[in-house]
């Protein structure tokens, strides 16, 4: 699976859009970009997945540049709530195994 | 549903004790996986099944066993407890490889 590369925390105001942008320069053509988010002390949570369009559900939108390098998931309108440590994984389809890297702290302030 | 219930929620194991951490889910979810997180760390893929009677290696396999009779159970045995493996394991299912759902964890401190 092609390593990702996320800012280890960001901050972001609440009420705002928080963009949590992933880098997967060595993404291959059938990896898909996961994101899962973890909030203090639970099981991880999965958000969002796509391949090359960008995706948009009731959580958040995914954006895929592209090259597919990259990506940057949006939270429309941050609330403390989503405070948390967001993951970015890519994977190929077939593959059974989900491997989770370090991911982003983000900080909604108040 | 339940989702995913994992049992004990919290452990304090002695070194060199044995244990079992249980996993059930109710979704009839065929895939399985554990996981362990070190404080201030990410998880760690432990060990992962396709399916009743399958099992796989992750990451950090050493130190622990699975088995998966039923489609229900994901059962991890530690068979001799080591400071290293205190952690806070969490199993998840998956329908379809796509998505994972996980349990509420179960903490475990060997000392």
Not at chain 2, 48 to 66: C, F, L, M, R
């Amino acid at each position: 699976d092609a390593k990702t590369t996320q800012p280890p925390s960001m901050d972001c105001a609440e009420g705002r859009a928080a963009n949590l942008p992933c880098n997967h320069s060595t993404i291959s053509g059938n990896e898909y970009v996961y994101w899962y988010r973890q909030i203090h002390s639970q099981g991880p949570q999965y958000i969002i997945h796509g391949l090359k369009n960008n995706e948009t559900n009731e959580m958040a939108s995914l954006i895929i540049t592209e090259d597919r390098k990259s990506s940057t998931l949006i939270l429309p309108h941050a609330t403390l709530r989503d405070t948390a440590v967001y993951y970015c994984i890519v994977r190929v389809n077939r593959d059974d195994k989900i491997i989770f890297g370090k991911g982003t702290r983000l900080h909604i302030l108040p | 549903n339940a989702g995913v219930t994992q049992t004990p929620k919290f452990r304090i194991l002695k070194i060199g004790q044995s244990m079992t951490l249980q996993c059930t889910q109710d979704m009839n979810h065929n895939y399985m996986y554990w996981y362990r997180q070190d404080p201030g760390m990410g998880l760690k893929l432990i060990y992962y099944s396709v399916g009743a009677g399958i099992t796989d290696k992750g990451e950090v396999p050493n130190g622990y066993n699975v088995s998966r009779s039923t489609t229900e159970d994901f059962p991890l045995r530690l068979e001799l407890a080591a400071p290293s493996q205190t952690s806070v394991y969490f199993c998840a299912s998956s329908p379809t490889r796509w998505t994972l759902h996980f349990g509420n964890g179960t903490r475990l401190t060997v000392t």
